[in-house]
């Protein structure tokens, strides 16, 4: 951490804090991210080291040890998808089947570097399990806060990893509150590290775009189509991509496209102009947030690229889960949606043929099972 770059920094009044001091939030509450770091070319990239931690040398520092499981170089597929030659990143083949172990590896193997031993989350999906077993990996306590209504399969994940589960009464946004209120809470003995909150968790999904950039012989794609909930994938793209533009590593940004479900999108809305809308129950779930904590620096990320938001229909996004699948790529329909946006981005000629356009596949279908037992017409598994 001895000479770091970075600082902790609210991007809307431009106020820093050292780097040094653990925080996950401003003076007032507010989310903060790092202040710009410079990047890395390609002589920077570490070939013995696991995984994402070969892009080290991009962090705001070295952890001394990091927890790791070999999470990144996740394989680049070709498919046409919708008569589009597209490129599938398979962000699902990850250790906990998900894109947030390289959020996670990073953000405790950094925070655990400053001393943290007791980490909190609130989240009974991909985010929990996956801070509950990197927790695990690197001898950390974990406490992961659900609602008292959440299905006990939900949590086995994270249960099995040793994490302390909390049944907090009432709506996923009073479990958010609580979690908030207790990240507050000097007393709690435990340190806020949520996947959405956390700045350090922005630092490993930005290897995102470094890996692509790999992937593409050290060039970039020309665009990005990212399924997007509360916008980490691209929050990191943008982060990471800029770092390779700061670089000179490339000569220009990829546009990214933030997919979202149609019943509840309010980024993807906000891109296209649209007005407000009440959110509704979507089969997309893993991206269902319809209040996601930073919209304007997501909304700034896409307008920056020149890239923008898509809205996808129920119907769009199962039919693209069970055509993926029917290819051998078993993703869960949150992700699918990614997929059925690349068919709409083609169809409006937004892309075009010959570009190299990758997809973001960021969830294993395996935790999708009640959902495509639906889809299939069978009682759920």
């Known amino acids: 951490m001895e000479g ?33 770091l410079p990047g890395i070319g390609r002589e920077a990239i570490d070939p013995a080291a696991p995984g994402l931690w070969r892009y080290a040398a991009a962090f705001p520092f070295r952890p001394r040890e990091p927890i790791t499981m070999g999470e990144g170089r996740t394989p680049l597929l070709p498919r046409r998808i919708g008569g589009f030659d597209a490129l599938l990143k398979c962000e699902w083949l990850m ?30 999906g991909n985010g929990g ?34 994490a302390e589960i909390q049944l907090t009464p009432g709506s996923r946004q009073d479990c958010a509150e609580e979690a908030l209120r207790q990240g507050r809470d000097p007393a709690s003995g435990f340190f806020y590290a949520s996947h959405n909150w956390h700045p350090f968790f922005l630092q490993g999904t930005k290897t995102l775009a470094y890996e692509l950039w790999e992937d593409l012989g050290f060039q970039a794609p020309d665009a990005v189509v990212i399924p997007c909930g509360a916008g980490s994938n691209v929050l990191g793209c943008d982060i990471g991509f800029g770092e390779l533009l700061r670089a000179g590593a490339i000569d220009r940004l990829p546009r990214l496209y933030a997919a979202q479900p149609a019943n ?11 007005p407000p809308a009440a959110a509704r129950p979507t089969i997309a779930e893993g991206t269902a947030i319809a209040q996601p904590i930073r919209p304007r620096e997501v909304l700034a990320a896409l307008r ?47 892309v075009r043929p010959g570009e190299r356009v990758a997809v973001i596949l960021t969830g294993t279908g395996l935790k999708a099972t009640p959902r495509y037992a639906e889809l299939l017409g069978l009682e759920a598994a």
Do not use: N
Request: aromatic share 4%; with cysteine.
């Open 304 to 350: 920056r690229s020149g890239g923008g938001g898509v809205l996808l229909e129920e119907a769009e996004i199962a039919e693209a889960s069970l055509a993926l699948a029917r290819t051998g790529i078993y993703v869960e329909p949150t992700c699918a949606q990614a997929a059925a946006a690349l068919g709409k981005l083609a169809a409006s000629g937004t």
């Open 129 to 162: 399990a996956a801070i509950s077993t990197y927790a695990a990996a690197g001898g950390m306590r974990a406490r992961i806060l659900v609602p008292d209504s959440t299905s006990p399969a939900k949590t086995v994940q994270s249960r099995a990893a040793g």
């Open 95 to 124: 250790p906990t089947g998900s894109f947030k172990d390289r959020g996670a590896s990073v953000m405790l193997s950094l925070l655990r570097d400053q001393g943290i031993a007791a980490v909190l989350e609130d989240s009974s």
């Open 4 to 36: 770091s770059l970075a600082a902790y920094l609210d991007p809307h009044s431009g106020r820093t804090w050292p780097i040094e001091t653990p925080r996950w939030c401003g003076e007032e509450g507010q989310p903060l991210l790092l202040t710009d």
């Open 264 to 274: 509840c999108g309010p980024i993807a809305r906000e891109a296209l102009g649209l």
